[in-house]
């Protein structure tokens, strides 16, 4: 026996449950929620198959109501944030710059060379510690010449 071969491209008219969820785009949970709470089209019967129909659950879409998503609330890593306490013990190559009054690409020309100690906060960030900016403040002190 051939296949035959159908020359067009169509989506299907029936679809299982799983099928469904995907087509409107939730989980298998809430979409069998959705359903049981009569939000969206009961299937048919198909035999002993249960078959949602692609054009009714179109329809239902189409009547939902266009709404914005939620804004994201933009939010800060907790390491760098005001909130947590250890704020002020971390330094970004520009806050530590404007406190020694120079660029923030002397700072990190320093940590290049292994003057200053530094480390990558999510992979990609530079940070310094406090404690590090002390180290190297401490070990880097003038003392005054005696006799002036």
């Not at 799983?18 to 409107?24: L, P, T, V």
């Not at 959705?34 to 692609?54: K, M, N, S």
Request: charged residues 25%.
């Amino acid at each position: 026996m051939t296949a035959i071969i159908d020359p067009y491209a169509y989506p299907p008219r029936g679809l299982d449950r799983a099928a469904a969820a995907r087509y409107i785009g939730l989980s298998l949970d809430s979409f069998s929620a959705l359903v049981q709470a009569g939000r969206l089209p009961p299937p048919r019967r198909l035999g002993d198959a249960f078959v949602w129909d692609r054009t009714s659950l179109d329809a239902v879409f189409e009547a939902l109501p266009i709404d914005e998503p939620p804004a994201r609330k933009k939010t800060t890593s907790p390491l760098m944030s005001e909130q947590w306490p250890g704020y002020h013990n971390v330094y970004t190559p520009e806050s530590l710059a404007e406190r020694w009054k120079c660029s923030g690409q002397l700072v990190r020309n320093m940590i290049k060379r292994g003057q200053l100690a530094a480390f990558k906060y999510g992979g990609r960030l530079t940070r310094i510690s406090a404690a590090d900016v002390a180290a190297y403040e401490t070990a880097n002190t003038v003392k005054p010449r005696e006799g002036r």
